[in-house]
């Protein structure tokens, strides 16, 4: 359901009728597709809405203002700070392909919408060369590089006549009313689908478990109607005992029920007589005792497997658009209870901690465990002035130091951090290393969710660890901790 070129166009006409000559309040972002862009037109807020969902990535005016994270991302943070109080000049498609460029007075920056669907992008634009964008780019699209286009989807060129036209009486903005009012539906179908497949994964996994549930309780109700069988070869067996030697499999013994009728005895080899005896009779006790609770298991397991069995089938006839189709769903998510926790080994198993947590000189220092913790650090901890540090050129830690308020990061402070750096990175015996640091303003992660950074205007510092000061840091860790929280 990807925009078409003509839909682009008709679109970026009319924002650009609406928005041009009027200036950026803020920007917004709700990760991982979506970016707003705050306008006041007419005495009210208006929002350039662009997004990369799959399947509905599109952009158009926005009138009513959604709920945003209180915690803004990296990159919408660098939007704000080169887009916030510009001006728009023009809204214009690129190169006939699904993409739009929007530009702006007095200034260099520029923001490119790439609306392909699952390759769609919003790149952030400086004298024709990347910036930044919500998606990583590589290759010859790369940060600092020339900006291009991805080459176009097929079909893009096919002149296609706008689907969505506006209604009479639409507004100002008649045709983003129109467009809006049909993603939101579509929004609403894919959710709807992709709940509902969700939910059917679940039910059809219970139901193949209630399946085998159920087939080893038909083997249990086979096994406890033999219960009889063991007491009636055990009277049997109490009759020729003499006869029952050990080594024996069977013994054929005159039915003690049945005159006139043999019956054959199973026996364990491995057992005396009285041994066999003991166990036939055991056995018997076993399953008679197991007799009614296995048949009270096998009904509610039966029971359970035809409600699963409807529930499935009532999931594959419900329609999104049907009446009541998403309290049904939830009706039948509501019987089903909370998908089971998925079992995982190994060290995946352990509940993540966070990033270790200090304070050291007045300072507050966080250290991460790993590539993840790091990139969380940097994306959502730091402050742009907090002091990033990390050994040079080796993996490790990411280390970030935050001043006291109104205050620069005191050298000694950095001396700590970057010592918490080389130990939790190489250890305590590593040697003299060389820490890289600088402010978080100037870092950028390299190699997407890799754990790399790249650092502009760093400065290098030789760290040889000292045993004695990681030993004042570290014994009052749980002090600091919890001036920390």
């Known amino acids: 359901?990807?925009?078409?070129?003509?839909?682009?166009?008709?679109?970026?006409?009319?924002?650009?009728?609406?928005?041009?000559?009027?200036?950026?309040?803020?920007?917004?972002?709700?990760?991982?597709?979506?970016?707003?862009?705050?306008?006041?037109?007419?005495?009210?807020?208006?929002?350039l809405f662009l997004s990369t969902e799959p399947e509905v990535a599109r952009f158009h005016l926005l009138w009513e203002r959604p709920v945003f994270p209180e915690r803004?991302?990296?990159?919408?943070?660098?939007?704000?700070a080169e887009l916030s109080g510009r001006i728009l000049a023009?809204?214009?498609?690129?190169?006939?392909?699904?993409?739009?460029?929007?530009?702006?007075?007095?200034?260099?920056?520029?923001?490119?919408?790439?609306?392909?669907?699952?390759?769609?992008?919003?790149?952030?634009?400086?004298?024709?060369?990347?910036?930044?964008?919500?998606?990583p780019l590589g290759g010859e699209?790369?940060?600092?590089?020339?900006?291009?286009?991805?080459?176009?989807?097929?079909?893009?060129?096919?002149?296609?006549?706008?689907?969505?036209?506006?209604?009479?009486?639409?507004?100002?903005?008649?045709?983003?009313?129109?467009?809006?009012?049909?993603?939101?539906?579509?929004?609403?179908?894919?959710?709807?689908?992709?709940?509902?497949?969700?939910?059917?994964?679940r039910v059809r996994a219970e139901r193949k478990r209630a399946e085998r549930l159920c087939a080893r309780l038909t083997e249990d109700l086979r096994e406890v109607a033999k219960a009889d069988d063991y007491r009636r070869m055990g009277e049997a067996l109490k009759l020729c005992l003499p006869a029952a030697a050990r080594g024996l499999r069977t013994l054929p013994a005159p039915d003690p029920e049945r005159p006139g009728a043999t019956i054959v005895i199973t026996l364990d080899p491995a057992r005396s007589a009285r041994e066999n005896l003991a166990h036939l009779f055991k056995r018997y006790r076993k399953l008679s005792d197991a007799r009614e609770r296995v048949a009270a298991r096998s009904r509610e397991s039966a029971a359970a497997l035809e409600a699963l069995v409807r529930d499935e089938e009532?999931?594959?006839?419900?329609?999104?658009?049907?009446?009541?189709?998403?309290?049904?769903?939830?009706?039948?998510?509501?019987?089903?209870?909370?998908?089971?926790?998925?079992?995982?080994?190994?060290?995946?198993?352990?509940?993540?901690?966070?990033?270790?947590?200090?304070?050291?000189?007045?300072?507050?220092?966080?250290?991460?465990?790993?590539?993840?913790?790091?990139?969380?650090?940097v994306r959502r901890i730091a402050r742009g002035n907090d002091i990033f540090l990390h050994v040079a050129g080796k993996p490790g830690a990411a280390v970030i130091l935050r001043a006291p308020p109104g205050a620069e990061a005191a050298p000694e402070a950095i001396g700590d951090a970057a010592l918490l750096a080389v130990y939790y990175s190489l250890g305590k015996d590593?040697?003299?290393?060389?820490?890289?640091?600088?402010?978080?303003?100037?870092?950028?992660?390299?190699?997407?969710?890799?754990?790399?950074?790249?650092?502009?205007?760093?400065?290098?510092?030789?760290?040889?660890?000292?045993?004695?000061?990681?030993?004042?840091?570290?014994?009052?860790?749980?002090?600091?901790?919890?001036?920390?929280?």
């Open 72 to 80: 803004p991302s990296a990159f919408c943070m660098k939007l704000r």
């Open 430 to 485: 590593a040697g003299a290393q060389d820490v890289d640091y600088t402010r978080v303003k100037h870092v950028r992660p390299a190699g997407g969710r890799s754990g790399r950074f790249a650092l502009a205007d760093r400065r290098t510092l030789r760290v040889t660890p000292r045993e004695d000061r990681l030993l004042v840091i570290l014994a009052g860790a749980a002090a600091d901790r919890e001036r920390v929280r």
């Open 314 to 377: 009532a999931l594959g006839r419900l329609a999104w658009d049907a009446p009541n189709a998403r309290e049904a769903l939830d009706g039948i998510a509501a019987r089903r209870g909370a998908p089971r926790a998925r079992k995982v080994k190994g060290s995946a198993a352990t509940p993540a901690k966070g990033p270790r947590r200090f304070a050291v000189r007045g300072h507050l220092v966080w250290v991460g465990r790993n590539a993840a913790e790091n990139m969380e650090l």
């Open 90 to 135: 023009h809204v214009r498609p690129i190169e006939r392909n699904r993409a739009v460029r929007f530009t702006f007075k007095n200034t260099e920056a520029a923001l490119a919408g790439e609306f392909f669907g699952r390759r769609g992008n919003i790149v952030l634009l400086a004298r024709d060369r990347v910036v930044a964008s919500l998606w």
């Open 1 to 47: 359901m990807a925009l078409t070129i003509e839909e682009i166009g008709v679109l970026a006409s009319e924002v650009e009728r609406l928005l041009t000559g009027r200036r950026v309040g803020k920007v917004y972002c709700l990760e991982p597709h979506r970016v707003f862009l705050a306008f006041r037109a007419g005495g009210k807020d208006v929002f």
């Open 141 to 201: 699209r790369a940060r600092g590089k020339a900006y291009v286009l991805p080459p176009a989807p097929p079909g893009t060129g096919s002149r296609q006549h706008p689907r969505y036209l506006p209604e009479a009486g639409g507004g100002d903005y008649p045709f983003s009313a129109a467009f809006a009012r049909v993603m939101a539906a579509r929004e609403e179908e894919i959710a709807f689908e992709r709940d509902r497949s969700a939910l059917c994964a």
